[in-house]
C-alpha cells in the first residue's frame, strides 16, 4: 500500500491506475477505523481492482461546540488496517491542501441537508459536501463507497453527484454492528461502560418498529412512541430526533405505505449517536 499526500498525488495515481484498465474505488474516512470502515474497502475491492483511502478529519462539517478536538485518531493503526483490508493506497491530505488560504468556495445541498441532522447541526451537511466534492476532484474515482448508517449523509452526497453531474458512481453499503447490536462508530469509543449498556437501546428500538410493521402497524406516530419509550427507558438518554421518514426524500411519514426508515439520532452523556431502519 502506498501513501499519498497531496492532490497531484492522488489525482496522477488514479489516472495511472485508470489508464492502465484498473477501475478506481474510493472510500473517504476521518480515520479512527473499525469494522465498518473496512468493510467499504473490502466491498470496494470486490467491485473495482484499486481501492484507494483518504483519512481527514474535517474542521468544516463540525459545529463550534462539537468534538473536534477530541475525535479520536490513530494514524498509524489506521494504516495497519488498511493494508490488512487490501487498500492499494491511502490518501493523507493536509489542512492546507484541503482548504488553502483564502479559500472561500462551498458546497451547499439544499432540501434533503434540512431535516433530521441537518436541524441539530446546521452547516454540518455544507462541510460534508464541501469536502467530498473536493476529494472526488482530486481523486477522480470511478465509484466511492459510504456506510448507510449515516443515511442523511448518503443522501446528501448523492443529491450533489447528481446535480453536479460528478461522473462517479455512489455505493451505499449496509450498516455493521457489533455483536450486540450496536452500530459500529469511531465515537462508540467515548461511551462509559453505562453509557455503552444504555446504546444498546438503539438497536432494540429499530427492531421493535420492524415487528409492529410486521404485525400490520401503519401509523406513524405509534411505531415513534414505541421507539422513544424503549430509549427513554434507559434512563441515560437524550433524544435529540426519532422519526419516521421516507428515505427518498427524507420527508416525515405518518402513514407507512411502501418504503419508510426509522431515523434516530440520541446523546449518551455527551455522545451522539446515530442509527437507522428501512421498514417496509
Known sequence: MI??????????????????????????TMGALHEGHLSLVREGKRIAESVVVSIYVNPTQF??????????????????KLSSAGADAVYLPSDEAMYPKGAQTFVTVEGI????????????????????????????????????????????????????????EI?????????????????????????????????????????MVSAGEREAAKIVAAVRKEIEGTGLARIDYAEIVD??????KTELSGAALVALAVFFGKTRLIDNALLT
Open 247 to 252: 428515505p427518498e426524500t427524507l420527508e416525515k
Open 63 to 80: 459545529g463550534p461546540n462539537e468534538d473536534l478536538a477530541r475525535y479520536p485518531r490513530d494514524l498509524e493503526g489506521d494504516v495497519a
Open 3 to 28: 501513501t499519498l499526500t497531496n492532490p497531484d498525488e492522488v489525482r496522477a495515481w488514479s489516472r495511472k491506475e485508470r489508464a492502465a484498465g484498473r477501475r478506481v474505488a474510493f472510500v473517504p
Open 171 to 211: 455505493v451505499g453499503c449496509p450498516i455493521v454492528r457489533e455483536r450486540d447490536g450496536l452500530a459500529m462508530s469511531s465515537r462508540n469509543a467515548y461511551l462509559s461502560k453505562e453509557e455503552r449498556a444504555a446504546a444498546l437501546s438503539l438497536s432494540r428500538s429499530l427492531e421493535i418498529a420492524r415487528a
Open 113 to 168: 441537508s434540512k431535516p433530521l441532522c441537518g436541524l441539530s447541526r446546521p452547516g454540518h451537511f455544507r462541510g460534508v459536501a464541501t469536502v467530498v466534492a473536493k476529494l472526488l476532484v482530486m481523486v477522480e474515482p470511478d465509484v466511492a463507497l459510504f456506510g448507510e448508517k449515516d443515511f442523511q449523509q448518503l443522501a446528501v452526497i448523492r443529491t450533489m453527484v447528481r446535480d453536479l453531474s460528478i461522473p462517479v
